[in-house]
């Protein structure tokens, strides 16, 4: 069992498998996009691979796909195959746009991802395509369809909520009333260096810039779901038991209007942050080892994956441990946007 200074237990590991995507949505990456790193800088999936070995061994035993968005690498659907055959492995899960589920779900079942999460911000298709910067919300919706048509258990939806998007977060409860989809409110992150005071997602030209203003607390969330489903007849919004709530290893609080199928979630790194229960490691696309979303001290993994070194993997990893921060400190800012660390 890995564990780190602070006690906490690590089984976790993200990887970032591209820092490319389909879509440039505006709290992820500049209106321009960000540079790409070129295919010889991105770790190779046996690069990958051979470093989820070794984790395997130290403790890690879940591993969620992201990106950029990850359905753009070739041979995505290979690649989670071969990390399902690692001994110790229990559960390989993918984060994604949805827009290119309808064309890979059931490969990607049958290869042996486990459940898949769907990143949408709006059932607006006007604000989708702005948020997006030209996406088509009917595509992210088929891709929902495929998820579930494919077998997905659970399928959840992650929803940033931003103030100045005017979402309405009621129409994503109502999405989870029958069937089992369980959606995810999550706080709008400071990721980015110019994340500051001034500008805001839909206020100013390049539309990327965090704000106190654009931050909605997650009890302001449950809130306006709870007086918005009462008022719309859904009933009274309870929480849900731990037992009844829907696997997962990340720190969502979930409820429940009655009789629902799915369930509605809340997700708050800034006003209840979560990071004494943190359980996770991020490897970037890059060949870097982010002990902590909001902190920019990376450790070089891809210099001891290409000597080939075991045991240089095993010690990188045990620094990144003795390493990790007690706590994100409230931070307004990193170095690297989202679609750079990995989302």
Known sequence: MATDSFGRRIDYLRVSVTDRCNLRCVYCMPEKGV????????????????????????GISKIRLTGGEPLVRKGIVDHVRRLRAITGIESIALTTNGTLLPIYAQALVEAGLTRVNVSLDSLD????SRITRGGMLSDALAGIDAAFEAGFDPVKLNVVVVRSLNQKVLDFAKMAMDRPLHVR??????????????????????GHHWTRDDHVPSDETLETLAAAGKAAGLGELAAVARDDAPGGWGPAHYYRFPDAAGTLGVISPLSHHFCGECNRLRLTADGRLRTCLFCDDELDVRKVLDAGD??????????????????HDMRIGTLRRMSQIGG
Do not use: H, N
């Open 35 to 58: 540079e790409w790193k070129s295919p010889d800088r991105i770790l190779s999936f046996e690069q990958i691979e051979r470093f989820a070995e070794v984790a395997v061994e130290e």
């Open 125 to 128: 298709a006007d604000v989708f």
């Open 185 to 206: 409110f999550i706080e709008y992150m400071p990721v980015g260096e110019d994340a500051e005071e001034g500008g805001g997602c839909a206020g100013d030209s390049t």
């Open 310 to 327: 075991k045991e240089a993997i095993r010690a990188v990893i045990r620094a990144a441990l003795a390493s990790k921060p007690e706590s």
